[in-house]
């Protein structure tokens, strides 16, 4: 279960639609899914650095508003 996590957010980070994914990952989570969105945010985070506060607002702003 563990590699398929990974392989999922590794493969999930380099797609285009990844910032989308992370915010609804992000809302969910806040909401009811108990897995937390850093597995998704910090390959992103690495992919892009010069995206990381950009990532981190959304993640942020997604999880507040699930909560």
């Known amino acids: ?20 994914v992370l915010a609804a990952v992000s809302f969910t989570e806040s909401s009811f899914f ?3 969105p850093d597995a998704l945010l910090v390959p992103m ?7 990381s506060f950009y ?4 993640c942020m702003i997604a999880s507040v508003l699930g909560g």
């Open 1 to 20: 279960m563990i590699r398929k996590l990974y392989d999922w957010s590794m493969n999930m980070a380099a797609h285009k639609r990844a910032t989308p």
């Open 34 to 36: 108990p897995i937390p």
């Open 45 to 51: 985070c690495l992919a892009k650095p010069e995206k």
């Open 55 to 58: 990532y981190a607002f959304i």
